[in-house]
C-alpha cells in the first residue's frame, strides 16, 4: 500500500525523495564513506554495548548473589543456632522463635530495611496435632505469596539438616507499593521439629538502578562515539574526497575544452601527487589537442583553399566541357562519347566540389541559417516530385504520409529541402526497387520527417557511422546515382544547426529508416520527436508495391 | 613548513599522554581524604517490624484446626483481618467487629471437646480488655470458657447467630474473599460465645480474643501527652496501636485529639480544643508531619505552645521518627521539636553529683555521689537535725528545694522549707508514715501506715492533709506508700491486704486537684499493675511512663520494671534478700537505679536491669533518694 503523504508535506518535501537519495548515494563519494562508516561503527558500538553490559550486569548481579548468599548462610546459621537452644517445644514457643528469629535476622547484619525475612512454616499435614497453628512471619511487605511456587518447591524439597540454599529472581513487593525485581534466597529449617522454609528477599531496584545508569552511560558514549567516527569519516573523506571531486570537477572542464584548467597542488602527499600528475596529464593533453587542432584546422582549411583553387580552372574546364559538348553531334562517335563522359564527370566534379565548400563552411562556423515558417509537408512534396523520375528508373514507388493539418516550423527551407532531397534519393538508391515510405508528423514541440525504405538495409555498427563523411556501407558495392559520400554528413550539421536532429536506424535486408527531427521554434529545445523511430517504425507498404507514387493523407 | 611537522607530532603525543594519564586516574579512588555520608534518618534505622500472617482455610482441617487459626488470624490487624474473616460463615463476618476491642487471655487455651466436634470451647484466663480507643485495662485474672460454634460449609447453612442479631440480608462487608487461595476450609464459624465473663467480651461484636503475647507482638503501647491542670507538666497516657501499620501516626494523633482516657479524667487537660481535625499525619524520612485544622488554629500562644508541646512528644514515639516534629495548624507549620521541654520537670540526663539523699548509720542526713562514692554534709536544718532520721526526701530541681525526712521513729514527717525552715508537718499517732516523696509542684505526699490515711501536705503548707481515697480501693486493703508522678497528675499506691499477707496491690490513681474547698482525691479509672509479687518493698517512678519496684518474690527481693497501662507481664533481675528500698533519677531517659538495704547490714548498690546489683557502693547507708 502507498503511503499517501498529506498535501503541505508534498509541498516541503523534494519529489521522489527516495530516488534522489539513491541518486545523492551513488554520486556521492563522500555520503558513501560517511554512511558506511556510521553504520558499521553503530554496528561495532552496539555489539560492544551489549557485550559490556552483559559482562557488568553478570558481574553486579554475581556480586549480589554472593553476598545474598552468603547472608543467608549466616542467617541460616543464626537461625539454627537459636532453634538448637531450646529443647522443649510448643506450637506457642515454635511461633514465638520463629517471629524472633525474623526479627533478629532482618534488624541484624547487611543492610537492614533493604532486604526482608520470611519465616514460613511447612505445608499443612494431617499428622499435625489439632489445634496446632503455625503462622508465617515476614519482616517487610511481602507475603509468602510473593515467593516463587518453583522456589518453595525446591526448598521443601532438601533433605533435612543439608542447610542447601535455593535463589531465584522475581518480582517482589517494594515498600513504596511498587513491584521490583528481586533475588529471593531461601533454606530449609527446623523450629521445634516442624518444617519452615527461610526466605530473604533482596530487592534489586538499586542494581537495576546502577545498571540502568550503565545502560545510558553506554548508550550516551557509544553514540557520541559514532557521532565521532562519523565526523571523523566526514573530516577524512572530506579531505581525500575534495581534491578527487576537484579533480573531477577539472576533468569536465577539460572534457569541455577548457583546456588551461589546472589542479590546485598543496603539500606533497599523495593527493598532490595525483594533482601534479593530473596537471601534467591535462598538460599532454592539451598539447596533443592544440596540435590535433591545427592539424584538423589545417585540413579544413587545406580542403577549403582546396576546393576555392580548383573553382577557377574547374569553371574554365566546364566552359571548354561545353564548348565541346555543343559540337558533339558533329564528332565522330568515339570523340563524341569521350564528350559526354567528361560532361558526367565534370557535373560530378562539381556537386563534390560544392559539398567540400559546404562542408568546409559548416566546418568553418560560416553556415547561416535563414529561418522561415515552412510547411514540411510542402518541402516533402517538392522533394518527391523531384526525385520521382529517380525512383522510376530504380523501380520504386514513392509514398508520402502526411497529415492534413499543416507541420509548419521555422526553419531555413532550403537546407531542409537539401536534407530531404539527400534522404529521399539515398532511400531509393539503397531501396533495390522496393518503395520509399516519407512520413511527415508534428506536434506541439516539433516537426519530424521519416525516410523509410525496405532495402539492403543497415546494421546498427552501420547506423552509427552513417554520418561519417566519405563513409560507405559496402565499398565493393558501386556507385549509382554519383553521390559524393558527403550527402548524409552536410545533412546532419543542417539539422543540428536548426537544433534539430537526425537519426537513422537499420535492420540488414529490412530497410532503413532516417528520421529528421526539428524543433517548431528556433532556439527550442527538443524533447521527442512525433515519429518512431527503430523496430516501432510504421510500414504503411508491403515490400514489393506497384511502381507508383501515392500519398496518403493521415489525420 | 619543515619544522611544523615535529611541532604538532609533539602536540599529538602530549595530548595523548595526558589521555592516558586521565583513562588511568577513573578507577577507584585510594586517597586517605575522609568523605561524610551525611546524617541518615528513617526507615532502615528502625526495628523491623515482623508480620505475621497465620495460615488460612484449607481443605481437610477439623473444627479445632479452624478455631486455632481463626484466633491466631485474629491479629493480623496489618492484613485488616483478611485470613481470619475467611474462616467465618457470611453472617458472622457482618456481625464481627474487629476493631470494637480486645479480651486479653494469657496462657495457652485449652480445647477439651473432640476436635471433629462443631463446638468447640476453649478455657483460658483473661487478663484484660483493650477498649476500642486502644487503652488497656486490667482485669483480675479470671478463667473463661468461649464456646465456638462451627457449621458445616458444605451443608446448608442453619442460620444460627451467637447473639441472636442475624442480619441475614445483610449485604457482604467485602473484607474477605471467600476463596483467597481457592482452598477453603470444610468448617467454618458462625458464633462464639463467652457470656457472663470479665472484660465484657459476649459475642463477635465485641471485638476480638487475643492472648497477651499476640497483643504484645501485634500491638504497640505508645504514650499521647496531655498537661496536667497548672499546665507545667506533661502526663503521659498509653494507648494501644497495630503495630506495622501506616496509620499509626494519624492514629496515634486521633487518640490524642479525642482526650484523655478514662485513667486521667479530671487530672490533667489538654490544649488542643475539641472540635479540632486532623488532615494528614504521616511520617517521612524519619520527619513526622501533622496537619490540624479547626479551633486549634486561632489558640493563644501560649496555648499553641502546650499544644505543639503535646504533640511532639506524642509523634516522637512513634516508631520511625528521629528527626524534627512539624505540626501544621491552618496555614502555618511549626517545629514542635523541643517543645515539650518546657514542660517538663524531668532533666534529660542526671547532672553528675552528690545527687542523692542517704542516712548514714548514726541516722544523719547526707548527701551521696554515686559517681564516686563519696558522702557529703547536707547543709540547712535536716542536715543538722539532732535525732535519727529516715527516708529522706527532695522536691524535683524544677521547683523551690524542699527537703523532707521521717523523724521520730519513722512516725514524724519533717520538711524543710526552701528557706530553711524546718517543721514537723505530721505526727502519726502509733504507726509508721511511708516514705515521704515529692511531686512536680513541690507537694510531699505520705502515707500513715498505721490508719492507711494517704497524706499530702501541699507546698507553702506547714501540714500535712488527708487525701481522698476512692473506697472501692479500700475493700480489704489500706495504702501502704505512694509515690506521686514527677507530673503531679498521677500517683501509684500500693496498697496491702488487711485480710492476707503477701497480697499487696498496686495502682495507679489520677489526682484529682483540690476544688469547691476539698482537698487532693485521688481519682480517675483506677489502674492495676500486673505482675506476680507477695509483697512490694518499695517502689520509685523510673521515667514518665514506667515504675521500678522491689518485690518480695519466693525468699528474694525481685527488680520489676513496668508500665502502666500496658499488658506487659513485668519481669526483672533476682537481686539479694534483704534489700527493700530503691529509687530511680528524677531524669526522662532513666538513669543509675540505687537500691539499698534498710535492715541488718545496710549498704546502697548500683542496679542495672539485667546484671542485677552491683558490688555496695557504700556500707553503712540507708535510704538512697534522688529527688522526687
Known sequence: MRLRLPRFLNRVLPARPWRRVVAAWRRGLRMRVVTTT????????????????????????????????????????????????????????????ASTIVG???????????????????????????????????????????????????????????????????????????????????????????????????????????????????????????????????????????????????????????????????????????????????????????????????????????SHELRTPLTTVRMAADVLHSYVSSFPPDVARSSELLQAQLDRFEDLLADLLEISRFDAGAAVLDPEPCDL?????????????????????????????????????????????????????????????????????????????????????????VFDRFWRADPSRARQTGGTGLGLSIALEDAHLHGGELEAYGEPGRGAQFRLTLPRRAGQELGGSPIPLGPDRPRFLAVGAPYQRTEVARG | MADRAPRALARAVALLAVLVLATACSGIPTDTRVRSSGEERGAGQEQ????????????????????????????????????????????????????????????????????????QTMTTSVVGRIDADGRYRPIPRTEIQVTFQLVDAAAPTPGSSDDGAADDGAADDGAG???????????????????????????????????????????????????????????????????????????????????????????????????????????????????????????????????????????????????????????????????????????????????????????????????????????GALGAFARPLRHPARSLPATPQRIAALSDGERGLQVQEPDGTLHRVHLARTGPLAPPAFDAHGNVWTVDRATGDVLVTASGEDAAAPVQVPTALLEGYRPWQVEPAHDGARVVLVLRSTRQPADDRVVVAAVLP????????????????????????????????????????????????????????????????????????????GGTLLVASSSGRPAVFALDESDGLSNALQRGLRDPAYAG
Not at chain 1, 443 to 462: C, F, R
Not at chain 2, 318 to 334: A, H, I, K, M, S
Open chain 1, 38 to 97: 556510521v553504520v558499521l561503527s553503530l554496528l561495532v558500538v552496539a555489539l560492544l554495548g551489549t557485550f559490556l553490559f552483559a559482562q557488568v550486569r553478570d558481574g553486579v548481579l554475581g556480586a549480589k548473589v554472593d553476598s545474598a548468599l552468603a547472608e543467608t548462610r549466616s542467617g541460616y546459621q543464626f537461625a539454627q543456632a537459636t532453634v538448637e537452644q531450646t529443647q522443649e517445644w510448643t506450637p506457642g514457643l515454635v511461633n514465638s522463635r
Open chain 1, 104 to 306: 533478629r535476622l532482618a534488624s541484624g547484619g547487611g543492610e537492614a530495611g533493604r532486604r526482608e525475612v520470611l519465616l514460613l512454616p511447612g505445608p499443612h499435614e494431617d499428622s499435625d496435632p489439632p489445634g496446632d497453628v503455625y503462622s508465617s512471619y515476614a519482616s517487610g511487605v511481602n507475603t509468602p505469596q510473593s515467593i516463587p511456587p518453583t522456589l518453595r518447591r525446591e526448598v521443601q524439597g532438601q533433605q533435612e539438616g543439608q542447610g542447601r540454599t535455593y535463589w531465584a529472581y522475581a518480582m517482589a513487593d517494594d515498600r513504596d507499593g511498587t513491584r521490583v525485581p528481586a533475588l529471593i534466597v531461601g533454606a530449609a529449617l527446623e523450629v521445634g521439629a516442624k518444617p519452615y522454609e527461610l526466605y530473604y528477599v533482596f530487592p534489586l531496584d538499586q542494581e537495576a538502578q546502577t545498571l540502568g545508569l550503565v545502560r545510558r552511560t553506554l548508550a550516551v558514549a557509544g553514540l557520541a562515539l559514532v557521532v565521532l567516527v562519523g565526523l571523523i569519516a566526514y573530516v577524512v573523506a572530506r579531505t581525500v574526497v575534495t581534491p578527487v571531486r576537484m579533480a573531477a570537477r577539472i576533468a569536465e572542464r577539460l572534457a569541455a575544452g577548457r583546456l588551461e584548467e589546472r589542479m590546485h597542488i598543496r603539500g606533497e602527499d599523495d593527493l598532490a601527487r595525483l594533482a601534479a600528475s593530473f596537471n601534467r596529464m591535462a598538460r599532454s593533453l592539451q598539447s596533443q589537442i592544440r596540435r590535433l587542432e591545427d592539424l584538423s584546422r589545417l585540413q579544413r582549411r587545406f580542403v577549403s583553399d582546396v
Open chain 1, 377 to 465: 509537408r510542402a518541402i516533402a512534396r517538392r522533394v518527391l516530385d523531384a526525385t520521382e523520375p529517380l525512383a522510376e528508373r530504380r523501380g520504386s514507388t514513392l509514398e508520402l504520409v502526411a497529415p492534413e493539418q499543416a507541420c509548419t516550423a521555422d526553419v531555413d527551407g532550403r537546407r531542409i529541402e537539401r536534407i530531404v532531397r539527400n534522404l529521399v534519393v539515398n532511400a531509393i538508391e539503397h531501396g533495390e526497387g522496393k518503395p520509399v515510405v516519407v512520413t511527415v508528423a508534428a506536434d506541439d514541440e516539433a516537426v519530424a520527417l521519416s525516410v523509410q525504405d525496405s532495402g539492403v538495409g543497415l546494421s546498427p555498427e552501420e547506423a552509427g557511422r
Open chain 2, 48 to 119: 523491623p517490624f515482623v508480620h505475621q500472617q497465620a495460615p488460612g482455610p484449607e481443605p481437610g482441617l477439623t473444627p479445632l484446626d479452624v478455631v486455632a487459626r481463626f484466633l491466631a488470624a485474629s491479629s493480623g490487624f496489618d492484613e485488616d483481618f483478611a485470613t481470619a474473616r475467611r474462616f467465618l460463615t457470611q453472617n458472622a463476618r457482618q456481625r464481627w467487629q474487629p476493631t470494637a476491642g480486645i479480651l486479653v487471655y494469657e496462657g495457652r487455651a485449652t480445647f477439651p471437646a473432640q476436635p471433629t466436634s462443631s463446638t
Open chain 2, 177 to 379: 474473599d471467600d476463596s483467597a487461595d481457592g482452598q477453603d476450609a470444610q468448617w467454618q464459624l458462625d458464633a462464639v460465645d463467652a457470656s457472663g465473663t470479665a472484660g465484657g467480651y459476649t459475642s463477635l461484636g465485641q471485638g476480638l480474643l487475643l492472648s497477651r503475647a499476640a497483643v504484645e507482638r501485634a500491638m504497640l503501647a505508645l504514650p499521647v501527652w496531655f498537661a496536667d491542670p497548672s499546665g507545667r507538666a506533661l502526663v503521659p497516657d498509653q494507648v494501644y496501636l497495630p503495630k506495622g501499620d501506616d496509620e499509626v501516626p494519624a492514629a496515634l494523633t486521633r487518640r490524642l485529639l479525642a482526650g484523655p482516657g478514662p485513667g486521667l479524667q479530671g487530672a490533667v487537660e489538654t490544649a488542643i480544643p475539641s472540635g479540632t481535625r486532623l488532615v494528614d499525619a504521616r511520617v517521612v524520612s524519619g520527619e513526622a508531619f501533622v496537619e490540624l485544622a479547626g479551633p486549634v488554629t486561632r489558640l493563644p500562644a501560649e496555648r499553641r505552645q502546650l499544644a505543639l508541646a503535646q504533640l511532639g512528644r506524642s509523634l516522637a514515639a512513634v516508631p520511625g521518627v528521629d528527626g524534627p516534629v512539624q505540626v501544621t495548624l491552618g496555614t502555618e507549620t511549626f517545629d514542635a521539636t523541643g517543645a515539650d521541654n518546657a514542660f517538663d520537670p524531668l532533666q534529660e540526663t542526671l547532672v553528675p553529683g552528690p545527687n542523692v539523699l542517704v542516712i548514714d548509720r548514726n541516722g544523719k542526713l547526707q548527701t551521696f555521689n554515686p559517681g564516686d562514692a563519696q558522702l557529703g554534709v547536707m547543709p
Open chain 2, 514 to 589: 483540690p476544688a469547691g474547698g476539698t482537698g487532693y482525691r485521688l481519682g480517675g479509672a483506677v489502674l492495676p499493675l500486673q505482675g506476680s509479687w507477695q509483697q512490694v518493698h518499695d517502689l520509685d517512678w523510673r521515667s514518665p511512663t514506667s515504675l521500678a519496684m522491689l518485690v518480695v518474690d519466693g525468699d528474694n527481693s525481685r527488680a520489676l520494671f513496668l508500665t502502666p497501662g500496658t499488658v506487659g507481664v513485668a519481669t526483672g533481675p533476682t537481686v539479694t534478700s534483704g534489700v527493700d528500698e530503691i529509687t530511680a533519677p528524677p531524669t526522662r531517659t
